[in-house]
């Protein structure tokens, strides 16, 4: 695959899960407008059967997308690194998305929900620190910036100041997927190595 071809597949996965996750809580927002409200967490639509739809198929079809994003840097070792961010974050958003339905059980689980869920945004925090070092310009600081805002309203909320957690998350998801969009399918550039076929011996013209 050319490296434009890699590029464009890349950023067509990408901008599939981003869409569609964000899309969905949306949908989900506009159908329960009191989790507005009251700026509880986007977790709450996953325990009410009007927006448990649109909440699942939000996340599964971005789960789905990331990984399909992540495959595509397998057979190139420079960029497996990212490969795995990926799988990482697609794993997280697996396992915060699961617990979700486990929080109304018990207290227990609600903070465990709630614990992931910080993880899953420190991590998200620290992949756009990465890439926006890698490919640092005025868009991609403005980005990171929208993403940085939201994570700080979340943290606030975290220490009790003030109860701003619907959109603390909802400025920090949007910031980290225009980061995730437009920054690291630019990571691939000309440099892309192929895959190394090592079943093919050297020939004369090769040397």
């Known amino acids: 695959m050319s490296t434009a071809n890699l590029r464009q597949n890349m950023r067509r996965n990408l901008l599939i ?3 569609c996750l964000v899309g969905c809580l949306i949908l989900a927002s506009l159908l329960m ?4 409200k009251t ?3 986007v977790s709450n639509f996953g325990n009410h059967l009007l927006t448990v739809i649109p909440y699942s198929l939000g ?4 789960i789905v997308y990331l990984v399909r994003a992540g495959r595509l840097l397998a057979a190139n070792q420079q960029y497996k690194k990212h490969m795995y961010a990926l ?5 997280l958003e697996a396992i915060v998305y699961l617990s979700t339905f486990l929080r109304r059980f018990a207290w227990v689980f609600s903070q465990i929900h709630d614990g992931l869920g910080i993880i899953l945004f420190a991590y998200a925090f620290i992949l756009s620190i990465w890439w926006t070092v890698q490919r640092f310009n005025l868009v991609a600081l403005a ?3 929208i993403q940085t805002i939201g994570d700080t309203i979340g943290l606030i909320t975290i220490a009790g100041a003030f109860h701003l957690l619907y959109y603390a998350q909802a400025i920090g998801m949007i910031g980290f997927s ?7 399918p630019s990571i691939i550039d000309e440099h892309v190595s192929p895959a190394v076929d090592l079943t093919r ?4 013209q090769d040397q």
């Open 33 to 36: 407008p009191s989790v507005v």
């Open 87 to 91: 799988y990482g974050f697609s794993g």
């Open 178 to 184: 225009l980061v995730l969009v437009y920054l690291l």
């Open 17 to 19: 899960s981003q869409l």
């Open 39 to 41: 700026n509880g967490g």
């Open 143 to 145: 980005f990171f910036a």
């Open 59 to 62: 996340f599964i079809v971005s």
């Open 201 to 204: 011996l050297p020939t004369r």
